[in-house]
């Protein structure tokens, strides 16, 4: 009866109340600072993926300069990006724009020579309606002008979070490891040499994993844009840039990159660049996920393809592509934790029975009592 008055004595019952109010509070604050904490979780992964070149020149040159070299040719990427992405879109839309009117012409030409097309267009007036919107295409080149402005502004503030989250990967790059130094001072000793084992395995497994998916990504892209080029495909360079950033999404990205890049060769040399795209999509992601990739992240990563799936959905969630992107780096960096933790904690797992050992007997019931 004490112990009951104990636990639903005043104090008890203030310092619950008082908890949840923290927990409550704290959670509306992280929710509030949603999009710095992103910021920062992206700007941790950016400097654990960079470290690798930047300890790489650091043995030849001060780190300063060092996180130079590497940030410039991060900065020369999108620059080279756009070279190739931008002047095909621009050409290719001014050609849509002036030649709309023809290929309205011969979508005509080609229903009034077939009877069922026929039909159902004198029944909906189709091509008549298709020919009027071709002839006021060239003029909603204005409309296509604003709608870009309203995309500016939203460019201009990606690139204000791209800055900020560059200043925060430089001064992780410059300074994090003094940090962790620092903070394992007020550890001790033992667990400090375990911390800073998990956090060495984690950085490894990061820096992997990244380099990883960026060769097999580099594979993926190059081969289609061979393939492309030889079926004379447009836009061969564009795609292959399409297939490489997707290609680095887990497991679902490379099926939507062959889908996209085969819906634009149905513009081109229809069926045959279509059947012969299939095929190869088909028959490259068997190789790549046979091949390509185990033999790319097999000292990488060592997780479960449904954790990855799961991670991957969780990421995307809350941070859209790139979530994605580092969803599966995460997941491992947090199955290393784990397993440090019950390696700590000395919680083994059960040995498993072999198959050739007969399952236990259930338990004998106990014989009842003699009366």
Known sequence: MAAVTDTLSPRAVAR????????VLVLYLIYLLRKPIGWLLIATFLAIALSGPVNLLNRHMKRGFAIAIVYLALLLIPVGIGAIVVPPIVNGGNDLAQNAPEYADDVTEFVNDNDTLRNINDDYDVTEKLEEEAAKLPTKIDDAAIVLRDVGFGIVSSIFALITILILTAFMLGGGRRWIHYGLRYVPEDRAERLEGVLDRVRRTVANYVAGALAQATIAALTSYILLKILGVPFAAPLALVIFFLDLIPLIGATIGAVLVGIVTLFEDFPTATIIWTVYSIVYQQVENNVIQPQIQRRAVDIN?????????FGSALLGVIGALVAVPVA??????????????GIEPRPEPEDDEPPSPPPEAPEPAPA
């Open 332 to 345: 491992a960096s947090i199955q290393i934790a784990l397993r440090e933790y019950l390696d700590y904690r």
């Open 305 to 313: 393809a449904f954790l990855v799936v799961v991670s991957v959905l």
């Open 16 to 23: 619950t109340v008082l908890t949840a109010v923290a927990v």
